[in-house]
């Protein structure tokens, strides 16, 4: 039987300049909760109807680790292993060319530790034969557009009112990096 090809991927966690990536584990659960229920999380990256709790995260990451198409990694400190954040990839499609990217700092940002990650990983999925890596971000959230338009990521099409928050409509920025964009932003 041939391997599965996110078990090479999940191996081959990658290292960047001051962080690492790790697979995430079920005892990871806590932080998880703890991270994705802090205010910016919710309001950048989940929208306020995401209900975060042990059980939703036990089984939001059983199920990656088991899924042919998910990736999901821990970013941490290289210094001292402290968990930092995550990085995942929701979705791949079957040949493992096209990837979906959602990712998020629980502590310590603003100090380039996310983008250390990203350009790691990226460098990492586009050298294992991905072809394509698309991320989607509420228009008011400059600073992930920025990071990942500093990444190479390019703006791609703009989903009018796509998000609503509780109180108004937002628009859903959507963007894709192909390998040339990336290495041109080395
Ligand atoms: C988005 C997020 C993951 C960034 O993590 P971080 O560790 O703070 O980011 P970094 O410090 O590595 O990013 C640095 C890059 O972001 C960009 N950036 C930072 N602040 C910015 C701003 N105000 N406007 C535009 N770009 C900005 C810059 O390109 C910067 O790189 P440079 O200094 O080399 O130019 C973090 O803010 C977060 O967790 N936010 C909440 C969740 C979220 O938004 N997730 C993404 C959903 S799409």
Known sequence: MSPN???????AFCEGNRVYLREIKTSDVPRLVKWKSDRLVQR?????????TAASQRSDIKQAIKSDAELYFIICL???????GYIRIN????????????????????????????????ARLLSQGVHRIEAEAYEFNRVSIGLM???GFKREGLKRQAHYDGERYA??????????DFLSHA
């Open 149 to 151: 338009e500093s990444l």
């Open 5 to 11: 090809p996110c078990t090479f991927f999940r191996e």
């Open 44 to 52: 950048m990256a989940l929208g306020p109807d995401a209900c975060i």
């Open 91 to 122: 979705w791949m499609d079957t040949s493992h060319r096209f990837a979906w990217l959602r990712f998020a700092m629980g502590e310590e940002r603003g100090k380039g530790y996310c983008k250390d990650a990203l350009q790691a990983f990226i």
């Open 78 to 84: 290289e210094q001292s292993d402290r968990p930092l």
């Open 171 to 180: 628009d859903v920025a959507v963007l894709g990096l192909l390998a040339q």
